[in-house]
């Protein structure tokens, strides 16, 4: 099924079973943030039968998110990967389209059991902090800004190889900057090891809590500053 939220989610995320393994997605539904590669690794690995769930909070407008517009765009964008795919069954996705407070954003990183966001290049990646930062297991890429908090002591590092920026027309995008493409197998491996292996993606979460905490609180980020500050100042 495609289910669409359209009230907050809670700590039931809408329904969704207490036993059912929550894979979630938080972040708009665009090519950097490679939404239809999670897609397509999460369709081919896993079974409805898994007992399995992709969680997808995301829209596409940055105006006007949630939409008409935008909830048929994005349910076309997933019927169309299924009818690439031709499986004919297909694990479950619940997708969330409405606009949400952080409230309920937090009430998905808690329900959820990993993060998926391998994103083909990031700024610094709130949502990936944010995760780790509530004990998560976090999927991502092995590129960007996000690998100055993520590793493979405390995180899922997708494998990718380096192409040309393409599918976003617009803006300071442009085909002949570069950034990563995710690999869809190295994608489905850390789902699949993530499921299969809860206590130690229970203990990478951990892991990624201490260092966060540790890293990045608002003393240890003050200090920076401070050094920073008296290093320029000569």
């Keep these: 099924f495609d289910m669409t939220v359209n009230q907050p989610v809670g700590k039931d995320l809408g329904g969704l079973r207490e036993d059912t393994f929550a894979f979630y997605y938080i ?9 239809l590669e999670t897609l397509i690794a999460y369709f081919t690995e896993f079974k409805p039968e898994e007992n399995v769930c992709l969680v997808m909070k995301t829209y596409k407008q940055i105006t006007n998110p ?6 048929q765009f994005i349910k ?7 009818e690439l795919l031709h499986l004919g069954t297909y694990p479950p996705v619940q997708l969330i389209t409405d606009p949400l407070d952080q409230q309920d ?3 998905i990183h808690k329900r959820g059991n990993c993060l998926v966001l391998p994103s083909k290049a990031e700024g610094w990646s709130y949502v990936h902090m944010e995760a780790m930062l509530l004990g998560k297991p976090a999927i991502g890429t092995r590129y960007g800004s996000n690998l100055e908090f993520m590793n493979d002591s405390n ?6 190889t380096i192409t040309p920026v393409f599918g976003m027309p ?4 442009r085909g ?16 699949r090891w ?17 260092d966060i905490k540790s890293n990045y609180s608002w003393q240890r980020v003050g200090q920076i500053l401070k050094e920073r500050l008296v290093q320029i100042s000569g």
């Excluded at 708009?28 to 490679?34: N, T």
């Excluded at 076309?76 to 299924?82: E, F, G, N, T």
């Excluded at 995180?155 to 990718?160: A, C, E, I, M, N």
């Excluded at 002949?176 to 789902?191: V, Y």
């Design 105 to 107: 954003i937090l009430s």
């Design 27 to 35: 972040g708009q539904f665009l090519e950097r943030k490679s939404p």
């Design 66 to 71: 949630g939409g008409a517009e935008d909830k």
């Design 170 to 173: 617009w803006g300071h995008y």
């Design 194 to 210: 993530a499921f299969t292996n809860r206590e130690e993606a229970s203990r990478l979460g951990q892991k990624a809590q201490e």
């Design 176 to 191: 002949d900057m570069l950034w990563s493409q995710p690999s869809i197998m190295s994608i489905r491996q850390k789902m």
């Design 76 to 82: 076309d964008q997933i019927l169309s990967v299924k």
């Design 155 to 160: 995180s899922l590092l997708v494998d990718q």
